[in-house]
C-alpha cells in the first residue's frame, strides 16, 4: 500500500509539522469512511442528509478532523458513536472517547504551530493515533507504522493501555496553595504556548504520568500526589496535559488549550522546567 503522507526530514520542523497534520487528516478520513460504512449499513445511504434535515447535524462537514473529533468527542448519543461503539468493547467506551479527546487537543497543537515540530512530539502522535487505529482496524495503521520505523527503526511497538480506573481527587487538595503560584491567572484562561516537548496524562485517580518514559510524578517527588489532586479537582475528567517552559500547566478544553495550574521546577518532574 503506497502511504498517503510524505515521510520528512527529521531535522527540519516545516516537514516534520506537515507529516504531523498529514497524519491527522489521514486518520480522520479513514475514521468518517469506517463510521459511514457503517451507517449506511444500518440507516441507509442516506443517513447523513436525513440527519441534517432532523437537525441534529447541520451545515456539519465531519469530514473536517476538527468538527468529526467534535462530534464524537463531545455528543455521547451522537449517531456518529454507533459503528464505533459498536466494535470497542463497552468496558472501554470512556477509556478510547478519552483517546479521541486527546487527539482532539493534539491536533489544535499541530495545526497552530503551539509545539516544537520534532522527532519526539512526532512520535508522540504517532502513538496516540495508532492506539485509537488499531482499535477499529483503520489503515491508517500502515502509515502510523512507517513513521514509528522513520522515526525510532529499532524500537519496539509500543503496546496498548489498559483503562485507568476511576478514583476520587485526594483530600490533599487543601494543602495545594503552598505548590502552586501565587500569581495563579483564572483558570480556563486560554495559553498559547510554546509547551516544551514532553507531554502528560493526568489519570482519574490523580496521577501524573510522563508519556514519553511512563514516569508518575508522585513517585519522583514527595508531593507530586498533591499536585495531582490539584489537577484532578480542576479537571475531574483527567486527560493530556501540556506544560509551558515557565511552568504553565494546561489541559485542552473546547477549542484551546486552556491554564490548569502554574508550578515550580522543584513540584514538576525533575528537568523538565529550567530553574
Given at each position: 500500500m503506497e502511504l498517503r503522507i510524505a515521510l520528512p526530514n527529521l531535522e527540519i520542523q516545516s516537514q516534520v509539522n506537515s507529516a504531523g497534520c498529514g497524519l491527522i487528516n489521514v486518520f480522520a478520513s479513514d475514521l468518517f469512511d469506517f463510521i459511514d460504512k457503517g451507517l449506511r449499513k444500518a440507516k441507509g445511504a442516506n443517513w447523513l442528509t436525513e440527519m441534517q434535515v432532523q437537525n441534529v447535524g447541520a451545515d456539519q462537514n465531519f469530514k473536517d478532523p476538527s468538527v468529526l473529533l467534535k462530534e464524537?468527542?463531545?455528543k455521547g448519543q451522537s449517531p456518529l458513536r454507533g459503528p464505533v461503539s459498536a466494535l470497542v468493547p463497552q468496558a472501554n467506551w470512556k477509556d478510547f472517547y478519552k483517546r479521541l479527546d486527546d487527539l482532539l487537543g493534539e491536533r489544535h497543537l499541530w495545526v497552530h504551530n503551539e509545539?516544537?515540530?520534532?522527532?519526539?512530539?512526532?512520535?508522540?502522535?504517532v502513538v496516540l493515533v495508532n492506539?485509537?487505529?488499531w482499535t477499529l482496524e483503520l489503515p491508517v495503521v500502515t502509515e502510523c507504522e512507517a513513521l514509528r520505523e522513520h522515526i525510532t527503526p529499532d524500537e519496539v511497538v509500543v503496546p496498548i493501555e489498559p483503562a485507568e480506573p476511576e478514583a476520587a481527587a485526594s483530600e490533599l487538595a487543601a494543602e495545594l496553595g503552598r505548590?502552586?503560584?501565587?500569581?495563579?491567572?483564572?483558570?480556563?484562561?486560554?495559553?498559547?504556548?510554546?509547551?516544551?516537548?514532553?507531554?502528560?496524562?493526568?489519570?482519574l485517580n490523580g496521577s501524573v504520568r510522563d508519556r514519553r518514559t511512563d514516569e508518575l510524578l508522585g513517585d519522583l517527588i514527595e508531593d507530586g500526589d498533591t499536585i495531582g489532586a490539584l489537577l484532578i479537582a480542576r479537571k475531574p475528567n483527567g486527560g493530556r496535559l501540556r506544560i509551558t517552559e515557565t511552568g504553565e500547566v494546561a489541559a485542552y478544553f473546547g477549542d484551546s488549550w486552556v491554564f490548569l495550574a502554574k508550578v515550580q521546577p522543584e513540584t514538576w518532574f525533575p528537568g523538565h522546567l529550567s530553574k
Open positions: 464524537l468527542v463531545n509545539i516544537k515540530a520534532d522527532a519526539e512530539q512526532l512520535k508522540s502522535l492506539k485509537i487505529s505548590f502552586t503560584s501565587d500569581d495563579e491567572i483564572p483558570i480556563g484562561t486560554p495559553i498559547v504556548g510554546p509547551f516544551i516537548s514532553h507531554s502528560y496524562t493526568l489519570h
